[in-house]
């Protein structure tokens, strides 16, 4: 799917979790594996598979073996221990996981491989609220329903896991520091 905003999931999982957590050479490479799984086009164009076809669009960069085998890649490149290592493919995953996740919620186009390689089967979400049916490929509609649709609720659940963060912080920094924050005062 032609989606202005697929790097928008990996800076708003990256925002959420910590910028001192994922740091922005993760956090780019997160943007850059949201986009990736549409290097099938490529596939398609080369005429190497058709577009349905299980190395076509929404093929296997679209499953979620693609997306766990990225991001252990990708988390071989964080750097020295296993935490951090996991903890980079665990971002990356989910970065490349966000990809075909979007393109599942909008209500036109091809479903998704997301089992390969165990079942080439095209596989719709139950649930595709996004509205795209007659909205150009590319232009301005698009663009303003993608903000609608995905840019809002990615700004709101942003901003809920950064107000729960500081909320703990808060609550943790109270507690270090000798205070109960449940202690009633009286």
């Known amino acids: 799917m032609a989606t202005y905003l697929h790097f928008a999931p990996?800076?708003?999982?990256?925002?959420?979790?910590?910028?001192?957590?994922?740091?922005?050479?993760?956090?780019?490479?997160?943007?850059?594996?949201?986009?990736l799984p549409d290097a099938d086009f490529a596939l398609v164009?080369?005429?190497?598979?058709?577009y349905s076809g299980p190395f076509g669009h929404r093929g296997f960069t679209h499953s979620i073996a693609f997306a766990l085998?990225?991001?252990?890649?990708?988390?071989?490149?964080?750097?020295?221990?296993w935490r951090r290592r996991l903890g980079a493919a665990s971002f990356l995953a989910l970065c490349t996981l966000s990809h075909p996740l979007l393109d599942g919620l909008f209500d036109r186009g091809i479903c998704n491989a997301w089992l390969w390689p165990f079942d080439h089967a095209r596989l719709c979400l139950d649930w595709r609220p996004v509205p795209m049916i007659g909205v150009p490929l590319f232009g301005v509609?698009?663009?303003?329903?993608?903000?609608?649709?995905?840019?809002?609720?990615?700004?709101?659940?942003?901003n809920a896991a950064l107000l729960?963060?500081?909320?703990?912080?808060?609550?943790?920094?109270?507690?270090?520091?000798?205070?109960?924050?449940?202690?009633?005062?009286g």
């Open 10 to 35: 990996a800076i708003a999982l990256a925002v959420a979790a910590g910028t001192h957590r994922t740091g922005w050479r993760l956090t780019l490479a997160g943007a850059f594996f949201a986009v």
């Open 69 to 81: 085998a990225l991001g252990a890649f990708g988390g071989l490149w964080a750097g020295p221990g």
């Open 45 to 50: 164009t080369m005429g190497l598979d058709r």
């Open 141 to 158: 509609e698009r663009f303003q329903r993608e903000l609608l649709w995905i840019g809002v609720p990615l700004v709101l659940l942003t």
């Open 164 to 185: 729960l963060r500081a909320g703990w912080s808060s609550v943790r920094s109270l507690a270090i520091n000798g205070r109960n924050p449940c202690a009633t005062h």
